[in-house]
Antibody, heavy 116, light 108 residues
Framework: EVQLVESGGGLVQPGGSLRLSCAAS????????MNWVRQAPGKGLEWVSY????????FYADSVKGRFTISRDNAKDSLYLQMNSLRAEDTAVYYC?????????WGQGALVTVSS | EIVMTQSPATLSVSPGERVTLSCRAS??????LAWYQQKPGQAPRLLIY???TRATGIPARFSGSGSGTEFTLTISSLQSEDFAVYYC??????????FGQGTRLEIK
């Protein structure tokens, strides 16, 4: 069974940093592209970032470009999102999602709250 | 960036009814359109892609159609478990991937 488990969320002050992790199991992680998708409280879905299976290509939404960095460690079956210079508008549940560009498998999400 | 617009924002329907949700793209996305269902406190679930192929395990009462800029998701006979928020997503021209703002199905 495919499982994706996010961790690392929490409360951070504006301008701060946070690193999200997504632990994958139940499939060959190194064979799949991965993504981060977020959802602000009470709002819709927003694609954040994408990384290919071998990390050769990454894409970012304009709203996070230059502040967020997606990465992965295939030896550890893990996906990461390093978030710097956080803003109030980055407050959201962050989901990791497998595949692309349609997402068949999602994690349960990690809540990031940016507030002073 | 392709803007996806869903209508209506909220739909009040009774169990057993047939319902059609609409999604419009600001420019053609060919057949590269997907639908997701999201229930409160849960991650989205892929329902339909391509735009008429049901994902694994999705009941036959869900169907998708359309091409270019106009798409629909039809639920032939609403079950209690279908009351949720539905999102369309284009993947024809990315990045960025873009989603519609969602249609909430609520019980009348």
């Amino acid at each position: 069974e495919v499982q994706l488990v996010e961790s690392g969320g929490g409360l951070v002050q504006p301008g701060g940093s946070l690193r999200l992790s997504c632990a994958a199991s139940g499939f060959t992680f190194s064979s799949y592209d991965m993504n981060w998708v977020r959802q602000a409280p009470g709002k819709g879905l927003e694609w954040v970032s994408y990384i290919t299976s071998g990390s050769s290509t990454t894409f970012y939404a304009d709203s996070v470009k230059g502040r967020f960095t997606i990465s992965r460690d295939n030896a550890k079956d893990s996906l990461y999102l390093q978030m710097n210079s956080l803003r109030a508008e980055d407050t959201a549940v962050y989901y990791c999602a497998r595949d692309g560009p349609t997402y068949r498998h999602w994690g349960q999400g990690a809540l990031v709250t940016v507030s002073s | 960036e392709i803007v996806m617009t869903q209508s209506p924002a909220t739909l009040s329907v009774s169990p057993g009814e047939r319902v059609t949700l609409s999604c419009r793209a600001s420019q053609s996305v060919s057949n590269n359109l997907a639908w997701y269902q999201q229930k409160p406190g849960q991650a989205p679930r892929l329902l339909i892609y391509g735009p008429s192929t049901r994902a694994t395990g999705i009941p036959a009462r869900f169907s998708g159609s359309g091409s270019g800029t106009e798409f629909t998701l039809t639920i032939s006979s609403l079950q209690s478990e279908d009351f949720a928020v539905y999102y369309c997503q284009q993947y024809n021209n990315w990045p960025p991937i873009t989603f519609g703002q969602g249609t909430r199905l609520e019980i009348k």
